[in-house]
């Protein structure tokens, strides 16, 4: 029941009850959110209003990069890290700025969404590696700046695993 309703968190964009498996929501970030009509809300087409930067190009295993996402106010989101191509998070987010809160997706703090429908703008969301890190990562969020106005696919740019600076692994 603590995963499901965790997971619920994680859909309900702006506030709207999710429909299908929360799973889907996690790989395809979209928030399926349905019309009285019973027709899907689809996300915008348009050219996004938001990008999502980077504090650093570069990470190293268990280190730290601070994430923005940058554009006018918005009341929803999803973000994760991910390597390229892949569907799954990486990672863990910490020390959630006002009005968002971390989330799992598979593993603890893997996700950062909002907490509520409050605007947010240009929140600063603060990402750890894992200690293992073994490539290079994008962020990818899902942007609503409203109910039903969202934008799928906000990604930042690459941000390459420092080469040499991998931390051991644990010897326990
Ligand atoms: C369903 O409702 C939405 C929002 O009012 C509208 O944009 C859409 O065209 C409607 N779809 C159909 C098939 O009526
Ligand atoms: C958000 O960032 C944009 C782009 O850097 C800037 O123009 C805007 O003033 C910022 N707004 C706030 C409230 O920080």
Known sequence: MYVLLVLVGALSLCNAFPNGAPKAACVNMTPHHIYFNLT???????????????????YTAGGTVKVQIVGPQFEGFL??????????????????????KA???TSGSD?????NPNAKQNITLTWTAPTDARADVMFIA?????????????????VTLAQGHQKEGNHV
């Not at 973000?79 to 569907?87: C, D, F, K």
């Not at 996700?111 to 907490?115: D, F, G, N």
């Not at 899902?142 to 740019?157: E, G, R, Y």
């Open 40 to 58: 899907r809300v689809q996300a915008q087409t348009t050219p996004s209003p938001y990008s999502v930067t980077v504090a650093s190009n570069l």
């Open 111 to 115: 996700s950062m969404t909002h907490a």
């Open 79 to 100: 973000l994760q890290a991910r390597h390229n191509g892949n569907t799954g998070p990486v990672g863990s987010f910490s020390n959630p700025p006002t009005n968002t």
């Open 142 to 158: 899902t942007v609503a700046q409203v109910k039903n106005v969202f934008w799928l696919n906000n990604k930042s740019p690459m």
């Open 103 to 105: 989330v799992t997706c």
